[in-house]
């Protein structure tokens, strides 16, 4: 059985998010999400660049 979200209240963007939707679900096989990187590791690496990158900011400023 395939899920399904019923919205009482329609606006502008209901026909988006419902053309959204069914391509999502019409290719989900093919696009094989179990396969995709995981999000997290990558916000992870992106944190840890950000946070190296201030620090060096902070304890190397530039000099003129």
């Known amino acids: 059985m395939k899920n399904k979200v019923i919205v009482k209240d329609r606006d502008e963007w209901s026909s988006l998010a419902n053309f959204i939707g069914n391509i999502i679900a019409k290719y989900a096989d093919e696009i094989d999400f179990d ?5 997290d590791v990558y916000l992870q690496k992106r944190y840890i660049y950000e946070s190296y990158k201030a620090y060096m900011r902070y304890h190397h400023p530039k000099t003129k």
């Open 35 to 39: 396969s995709l990187p995981d999000p």
